[in-house]
């Protein structure tokens, strides 16, 4: 069997299918971070049911262990397979490393170099080809709403109150399991040193006596113990612009303000809206804030970040805060961003409730404007903070 179609059958089999939404919440190329574990060879072990279908299947097909490698260095889009093909294996005692690394990169070849080839390495470096080379790395919501499992209460939305859950980079502790973050959760670091994600830093930080609620898929589960993260040391530091907030855009009984970045045509609309308590007759506003991206064309898709607060003035404090992921048809959206008379009105939101795909959210406690502030700028692209503080100032 050709290289190429006994990597395509892999890619479609069901071993693979069962783990891939899995894998791609982890927002990385994996050859490389196996390549560069520093026990070679070793995998996640909810993939090691795959790398040994792969395994099975290599021997089953009399595969040829050099076409394949030969075929996986030349056609990786990441480099990874040439990586992993020169620090998985343990060359022949008569060539040096600088040898061996030379002949693998010339030849792109193991077999004439090496004593021993390590099966289970070789279909670790085949896992990784296909997850990080034959499968989309983007999804859209709708290729997840349905298909979520979830073992704990939930809201209406689909958010699981996680009280006590140890945030890490990749993904949380709760309940003895460890989950990777859902896919479309922003994982913006504060600083390159930390141990969890930005987002999680500032309610851990800046917040108490509150319920934290996310997003838990039994998908992205796993038990504690083989949980570990991805992401390494960061290598930018973020930058939260200076706080602004004083509340003077903040008026009337619904309040919509555009700002627009004149370079790329980005737009970051804010709507305000009153309300009030209904237990306590108190005034309240909904803030919401959501980043629309430049689209030229009606065509396929497009997955916007929309953020919403509940504002009491009297007090000066949020009660509720939440991250969520808007998607909109391409034609939809075409229309809400040119915000036009006879089309669909700029502040007008998703056409189901499983478009607007909530991800995590903190409420029931009294949270700061500062800290308001700090968790819109972490979940906001750079332009969009900038739009952010002038509509703020």
């Keep these: 069997m050709e290289p190429e179609l006994f990597l395509l059958e892999m890619a479609e089999s069901e071993e693979c299918n069962k783990i891939m939404y899995k894998r791609l919440a982890i927002h990385k190329y994996i050859g490389l971070y196996y390549a560069m574990k520093r026990e070679r060879g070793v995998i996640d072990p909810f993939m ?11 021997a089953e097909n009399g595969i040829d262990i050099d076409e394949l490698m030969k075929y996986m260095i030349e056609n990786d889009q990441s480099n990874c397979a040439l990586f992993a093909a020169t620090t998985m294996f343990k060359p022949k005692k008569e060539l040096s490393s600088d040898a061996y690394y030379n002949a693998i990169a010339k030849y792109k070849i193991i077999t004439p170099f090496v004593d021993d080839i390590d099966m289970n390495k070789v279909a670790l470096i085949v896992v990784s080809f296909v997850f990080d080379n ?61 141990t969890m994600v930005g987002f999680a830093r500032i309610i851990h930080d800046d ?8 997003r838990l898929d039994e998908r992205l589960a796993m038990p504690a113990a083989e949980y570990y993260d991805y992401t390494g040391v960061a290598f930018e530091k973020f930058y939260g612009p200076q706080f602004k907030f004083n509340g003077s855009s903040l008026t009337g009984t619904k309040t919509v303000i555009v700002h627009i970045d004149s370079d790329t045509m980005a737009k970051l609309l804010m709507v305000i809206k009153k309300g009030e308590d209904q237990n306590t007759n108190e005034e309240f506003w909904h803030i919401e804030i959501e980043a629309l991206p430049y689209k030229e064309n009606g065509s396929g898709h497009v997955i916007t970040t929309f953020l919403h607060g509940m504002y009491y003035p009297r007090r000066e404090v949020f009660t509720h805060i939440d991250y969520t992921k808007n998607q909109y048809s391409g034609t939809d959206y075409i229309q809400k961003y040119a915000d036009s008379v006879d089309g669909m009105p700029i502040d007008q939101y998703t056409a189901t409730r499983d478009l607007h795909y909530k991800i995590w959210c903190i409420e029931n406690g009294e949270f700061s404007r500062d800290t308001w502030y700090k968790l819109m700028i972490v979940s906001l692209g750079t332009k969009y903070q900038k739009l952010l503080n002038e509509i703020l100032s």
């Excluded at 090691?48 to 290599?58: C, G, H, Q, W």
């Excluded at 209460?153 to 709760?174: C, R």
Aim: with cysteine; net charge negative; charged share 25%.
């Design 48 to 58: 090691i049911p795959f790398r040994d279908f792969v395994k099975t299947k290599i």
């Design 134 to 194: 034959l499968y989309p790395s983007k999804i859209d919501i709708t290729d997840v709403v349905g298909k979520e499992e979830f073992a704990y209460p939930i809201n209406q939305y689909g958010l699981t109150k996680v009280n006590g859950a140890i945030f890490k980079k990749d993904g949380l502790i709760f309940d003895g399991k460890g989950y990777f973050y859902n896919y479309f959760t922003n994982k913006t670091m504060l600083d390159p040193f930390d």
């Design 207 to 214: 917040t108490s006596d509150c319920d934290i609620l996310y």
